[in-house]
């Protein structure tokens, strides 16, 4: 994977730390399930109907959001994975109803962790890829996970998030509040590198207002933590908060009431992956068994003659 495609400014061990933080409350980010709403409004184009799915991260990525697949999609198996065990357990009882509840009866089959490999037809995945030290590697996963012609669905933050709160903090002589999040055309060439086809992206900008510094960075310790490689090291002096509600204060609109505004740049992606094929040197010995499975899976064989 080329280094311009990686996270610029990405420290892992914060990524690692973040991914595994418990959570307070198993209720996901309020952004987080709207973005997954509006996700889910692409599914409306998409006449391929799963049969099984994976859920990568729904504690974070959109326990509604999960509800809501299921609803759509009531008759097929999901794998709800890429959560630590913590996660696991919150998203588990966040799900769960009672046997005498008509929802219990209901419920598609749930399993834990990964599905085995080339058997699913959708990976939904929420506002996670941002937070990833290693994008392609957990998109090589997806792609290992999808059956052929299944298809990926994503979204992440994009290069514009929080760029006010990065003037607030330039202002300031503050380091960055926040890596440097990756471009929709790069996660597009990522992609591709990792196996799939016709990649789609888009992107648009939903702008969030709180009524004081309080409930801004409220908001943003749901959404994430700082995890550039050069933030803040160690404790702020001791008046250093209340000069932070001071600065975020610069962020207030007129037009909005005076209410501190902060812009996210949402990033969507779909993907999916095609058949395998299979490339004739001048001569090639293909086995009964292997012509089997191509000829089931649909797959072909190009080359010159």
Aim: hydrophobic share 45%.
């Amino acid at each position: 994977m080329p280094q311009a495609l990686r996270p610029p400014s990405l420290d892992p061990v914060a990524a690692a730390r973040w991914q595994s933080l418990p959570m307070r409350v198993a209720q996901s980010p309020w952004l987080h399930e709207e973005v997954a709403m509006r996700m889910q409004e692409r599914l409306d184009f998409i006449k391929l109907q799963p049969q099984q799915w994976v859920h990568w991260g729904p504690l974070r990525g959109g326990l509604a959001a999960q509800r809501a697949l299921e609803q759509r999609y009531p008759k097929a198996q999901v794998w709800l994975a890429g959560e630590p065990p913590a996660h696991a357990q919150a998203t588990r009882l966040a799900l769960h109803s009672a046997w005498w509840q008509a929802q219990h009866w209901r419920s598609p089959k749930r399993h834990e962790g990964l599905p085995p490999d080339h058997t699913v037809q959708m990976v939904w995945a929420n506002m996670h890829l941002h937070a990833s030290a290693e994008p392609q590697a957990l998109l090589r996963t997806w792609h290992r996970a999808l059956a052929a012609e299944g298809f990926l669905m994503f979204s992440c933050l994009g290069p514009d998030t929080l760029r006010d709160l990065r003037q607030v903090y330039a202002r300031a002589g503050w380091p960055e509040p926040a890596h440097a999040f990756t471009d929709m055309h790069d996660w597009g060439d990522m992609l591709v590198e990792a196996g799939f086809a016709e990649p789609v992206m888009d992107m648009e900008r939903i702008t969030l207002t709180y009524a004081s510094p309080d409930t801004l960075l409220a908001e943003l310790r749901g959404l994430g933590r700082n995890m550039h490689v050069q933030r803040f090291q160690g404790l702020r002096a001791r008046f250093w908060r209340e000069r932070l509600s001071e600065a975020l204060l610069a962020l207030a609109r007129p037009e909005d009431g005076g209410r501190l505004c902060l812009g996210f740049e949402i990033v969507y992606g779909h993907a999916l992956k095609p058949q395998p094929r299979m490339k004739l040197a001048a001569k090639t010995e293909i086995g009964l068994e292997q012509m089997r499975h191509m000829l089931h899976s649909g797959g072909g064989i190009r080359g010159k003659v």
